[in-house]
C-alpha cells in the first residue's frame, strides 16, 4: 500500500541521513528552516559548502517553488529537491538542471528517499544576497580582512553590504558566509532592525546541543567535502 508522504516524516528520515553523512560537529553544520533573503529553505548544510534541500511533499503544491528557485540561487553552492511521487514530474520541469532531485516515497508507513540525480555546482550566485548573509560587524572586519579600511563602523549596515558586494567576488563572499554562519553557531540572515537603526541577521534554528562555535569557527577551514 502507497499513502502519501507527509513534510515533518520526510524532514525526519531527510534529517537522519545527514547526519549519519555529516557526522563531524567541528566540520559539519545541519540547520533547519534556514533564512534565504525573502524564503527559507528547509534544511540547509554548511561545510566547504553551502548545501541547501527543499522538501515537497505530496501533501504540498509547487506554487511557490518558482520563486523558491530565484531565491535560493544567489546563495546556495548547492541545492537538492526531496519531492513526493505525486509532485516530482512537475518539479523536475521547474527546478534547473544543477538541482539535486530526490525522491520521497511512503510505503507502509516507511520513509524512503532516493537519489534521482546529483547536485551540481551553481554558478548563479548574487554578491548582493551573498553579503547580506553578513551581520554589520562581519561584513566590516570582512572588508577590513581583504585590505579595505575605508570605512568605519559608523558606516550604515547597507553602506558597508554595498562596498563589501562591490569590492568582494563571489568565492570570496561565499566562504566568508559559511565562516560568519558557523562562528555564529548557525544564525541565518533574515534582517531585522536594532534600537541603532542599522540592521543585522537572526534567525535559523540549529541542531547544536553538541556543536561548539568556537571550536567550528578554528576548524572550519578544513578541506571542504563536495557532495554527492
Not at 553579503?131 to 566590516?140: C, G, I, N, Y
Not at 550604515?156 to 562562528?183: C, F, H, M, P, Y
Request: proline content about 2%; hydrophobic content about 40%; some cysteine.
Amino acid at each position: 500500500m502507497v499513502t502519501l508522504t507527509r513534510d515533518s516524516d520526510i524532514r525526519a528520515v531527510l534529517l537522519a541521513i545527514l547526519e549519519e553523512k555529516y557526522p563531524d560537529p567541528s566540520h559539519d553544520l545541519i540547520l533547519e528552516e534556514f533564512g534565504c533573503n525573502a524564503s527559507r529553505i528547509d534544511v540547509a548544510v554548511v561545510n566547504g559548502f553551502l548545501h541547501g534541500y527543499e522538501i515537497k511533499s505530496d501533501s504540498d503544491n509547487l506554487d511557490r517553488l518558482a520563486g523558491q528557485v530565484d531565491q535560493y540561487r544567489r546563495v546556495f553552492d548547492f541545492v537538492t529537491l526531496v519531492c513526493g511521487k505525486k509532485l516530482i514530474s512537475a518539479a523536475r520541469a521547474v527546478v534547473p538542471k544543477w538541482w539535486g532531485l530526490q525522491l520521497a516515497q511512503n510505503e507502509n508507513g516507511s520513509i524512503t528517499i532516493s537519489k534521482e540525480r546529483s547536485a551540481k555546482r551553481n554558478k548563479f550566485q548574487d554578491s548582493t544576497a551573498l553579503s547580506r548573509m553578513l551581520w554589520k560587524d562581519e561584513a566590516l572586519k570582512c572588508l577590513r580582512r581583504h585590505g579595505h579600511r575605508h570605512l568605519t563602523s559608523k558606516a550604515s549596515a547597507e553602506q558597508i553590504w554595498n562596498e563589501t558586494s562591490r569590492l568582494l567576488d563571489v568565492k570570496t563572499l561565499a566562504k566568508e558566509a559559511r565562516l560568519a554562519i558557523k562562528a555564529r553557531g548557525g544564525s541565518g540572515f533574515v534582517k531585522q532592525s536594532k534600537q541603532d537603526g542599522d540592521s543585522c541577521t537572526t534567525g535559523s534554528i540549529a541542531l547544536l546541543d553538541h556543536y561548539s562555535a568556537n571550536l567550528a569557527w578554528l576548524l572550519s577551514q578544513l578541506s571542504p567535502r563536495r557532495p554527492d
